[in-house]
């Protein structure tokens, strides 16, 4: 069952953090991660969430978006991210097809 992780990113360092997704994209793609979004524009539906930018990943399964998250291999990039701004970040199990 598909795991999306869902990340809220506000950014203090542009120039860093253009260098983390240079970084970032092969280490989702070499877990089976994909982006579904990656910052376009956004818009409040209710309540008064306004978040900078909003990053969507959709991985095979929980298993590949913990073991992206943890991999030694993202470390660096990770760290990089945490330097260039702040970020919440969840992951999600998806629903089981035709639920």
């Given at each position: 069952?598909?795991?999306?992780?869902?990340?809220?990113?506000?950014?203090?360092?542009?120039?860093?953090?253009?260098?983390?997704?240079?970084?970032?994209?092969?280490?989702?793609?070499?877990?089976?991660?994909?982006?579904?979004?990656r910052?376009g524009?956004?818009f409040?539906?209710?309540?008064a969430?306004?978040?900078?930018?909003?990053?969507?990943?959709?991985?095979?399964?929980?298993?590949?978006?913990?073991?992206?998250?943890?991999?030694e291999?993202?470390?660096?990039?990770?760290?990089?991210?945490q330097?260039?701004?702040?970020?919440?970040?969840?992951?999600?199990?998806?629903?089981?097809?035709?639920?």
């Open positions: 069952m598909a795991a999306y992780v869902i990340v809220e990113v506000a950014t203090t360092d542009p120039d860093l953090m253009a260098r983390y997704r240079e970084l970032a994209r092969p280490i989702v793609e070499a877990h089976g991660g994909r982006y579904l979004a910052g524009p956004t409040t539906l209710e309540g969430w306004a978040p900078e930018r909003i990053v969507i990943l959709e991985f095979p399964d929980m298993e590949r978006a913990h073991a992206w998250w943890a991999c291999e993202y470390a660096e990039a990770k760290a990089m991210r330097r260039a701004g702040e970020s919440r970040m969840i992951v999600v199990a998806g629903l089981p097809p035709g639920a």
